[in-house]
């Protein structure tokens, strides 16, 4: 209790500085959990999505493919608390009107993130925990890859287990900061989050995992929020290996169409 008391202090200093990007969670839902690596233990994902978007306006028709294929490192600094970091290389293709343009037409390396989430509740199947982080400019904000300058925010996670069941809620905001002007002019700087997923073993080793959510807009031009819905399996080759797939599909004209996710995790 001492411990973790300590910690809270040493922590809150540093919330104004961090940031949450796209919350890691048990791939492939986008909501996060309570659950740690454990002290001295590690786990390495690479998870990848695809993405498609398609809108018709004024005449235009915009199509937008691309995708993120992500390697996120964590670590267990205390049973309750983990460090990670993101590494994510992007890529997207835009076409309007069937043509497609080198200017609409950009991969590479985007922003790194780098988070610690603290759990500190869990009794009874019911665990709270925070989750703060920041991000580094590592992506080349004038290709559409980073925003230029770090950014930060806090996530405040809960799960509740019952049975085979297990729930998850996020809230989480979010500050983004901009380099180029265009971006600050376009762009909001203070997001906000809300999610809630749950998961169910259906069979030993095989999870079904469902989640629903919706964020601030990010152009300052709509106040329309786009909202998801995602659904997928998850299933453990062994105590230490996992693999997954989902579906994410957007419930309202600002979200992306649909997106494919899969990834793989590995315990140490």
Do not use: C
């Amino acid at each position: 209790m001492r411990r973790n008391l300590i910690f809270l202090v040493l922590l809150i200093p540093l919330i104004h500085f961090l940031y949450l990007p796209n919350a890691f969670a048990a791939h492939p839902l986008i909501t996060d959990d309570t659950g740690t690596q454990g002290k001295g233990k590690f786990q390495v994902e690479v998870n990848s999505e695809f993405n498609y978007d398609k809108e018709k306006e004024e005449g235009l028709t915009t199509k937008e493919t691309g995708g993120e294929i992500g390697t996120i490192l964590s670590y267990g600094i205390l049973d309750n608390i983990d460090i990670v970091l993101g590494m994510p290389f992007q890529w997207f293709k835009v076409r309007e009107d069937n043509e497609l343009t080198t200017k609409n037409k950009e991969s590479g390396i985007s922003d790194l993130s780098l988070e610690v989430k603290w759990r500190f509740y869990e009794k009874d199947g019911l665990g709270f925990a925070l989750k703060p982080g920041i991000t580094f400019p590592t992506g080349n904000e004038k290709k559409g890859l980073g925003n230029g300058r770090s950014s930060h925010g806090l996530t405040f996670i809960t799960t509740k287990e019952v049975g085979p069941w297990a729930f998850h809620f996020n809230l989480g905001y979010m500050r983004n900061e901009y380099k180029l002007r265009e971006d600050r002019e376009a762009n909001r700087k203070d997001l906000w989050h809300v999610s809630l997923a749950s998961e169910l073993e259906v069979v030993k080793n095989l999870k079904l995992v469902g989640n629903i959510g919706i964020e601030r807009n990010l152009e300052k031009t709509s106040s329309k929020h786009p909202a998801f819905i995602l659904g997928g399996l998850i299933y453990s080759i062994s105590e230490n290996v996992d693999i997954d797939i989902g579906i994410k599909g957007g419930l309202n004209k600002p979200e992306t169409d649909f997106t494919i996710l899969a990834g793989i995790a590995f315990r140490f």
